[in-house]
Each structure stands twice: as structure tokens, then as C-alpha cells.
């Protein structure tokens, strides 16, 4: 029988993933993008193109919710709230003649839209099956504020433009 476990950072990474780039097309492209723009996972061995979105889990932190980690159910379950913190960067190209202003606070808007105005995605077991995964249980954005605009510094480059963003979110871990 191959490795599998629900609560996994895994499965947990893999369901935002998902979740993202399903939902960040769906509401349509901006007219300045009739087809779409790319997104990118976690630092791949590729060149950037512009405009872009990257997306960069930094990990998280276990939170006890309950004496004896009791989270509930009709029969006893043990676990944790999981906290975890994604990073969020829009690139443009700053190029001569490239509106990359508009660029950045275009895509920005798109994914401030698409975290606000969600309270949660399907926690998928990616383990099982990346093709047509399971939902084994529930994420949700918070708590308090999920989306922070971060202050970047400059890139090295005078040609390339960030925009930089936090996004919270939490999973129960059943143990």
C-alpha cells in the first residue's frame, strides 16, 4: 500500500496550488491579457516571463487548539491547527514602452479578489492522486486579515517590477 496521510504539508501545498490556478482564470483575463499570463510554484528551474505570478509556500506553524488536542468528531480525534504562510509575487517587465505599472496592480487586484472574496478551499489528498484528487477536509483563509502587501525593495535589475503579497491560511491536522 503507498504512503499516504490527509494532513500533510503535501497535500495542504498541493490543494492551495490547485485551488489558485483554477480560480485565478476563472473570473476571466483582464482585456490586457486575452491569453492569460503565467503562474509559477514554488522557485521552478525557468526563466521568468512577464507578466507573471509566482507562488512560494514558507512554511508554518503548529498551533494547539484544544486540551489534549482534542479536535472533535463522534469519536475522539487528536490534532492541531496547521497556520501557513504563502508568498505571493506579481512580475513585470519594466522594459521601454511596457506599462508594467499597470501590469502589477492588474494582477495584484486579480489575486486580492481572488483571496478576499474566498473563505476556504477543499483540503486535497494529492498522495492518492494528482489527476483527480479526493477532498479529505477544509482550508481556511485567516485568521484576521489574509492578504498583507509587503514592501519590496528594489530588484537588482531596473527591467524587472514586483509586487509582493502574504496570504494566511489553516488547516486542522488530524493525527
Sequence with gaps: MPFTWEASQYN???SFN???????????????YPSGFSV?????????????VSVTHLGGE????????HVGGPTPLTGYRQHQLTDVNI?????PNNPWVRDLWQLR???????QRATGFSLLNVYGSTANPTSVGLCRFGPGNSLEDVAT????SPNIHRQRMLVRWYYISKI
Excluded: T
Design 40 to 52: 509559477n510554484f514554488e522557485y521552478p528551474d525557468v526563466p521568468l516571463s512577464f507578466p507573471s
Design 91 to 95: 512580475w513585470a517587465s519594466g522594459q
Design 153 to 156: 525593495p528594489l530588484e537588482p
Design 109 to 115: 487586484d486579480m489575486v486580492a479578489n481572488l483571496v
Design 18 to 32: 490547485r485551488w489558485f490556478f483554477v480560480n485565478l482564470s476563472a473570473s476571466g483575463w483582464p482585456a490586457a
Design 62 to 69: 503548529v498551533e494547539v487548539i484544544a486540551q489534549g488536542n
Design 12 to 14: 495542504a501545498r498541493g
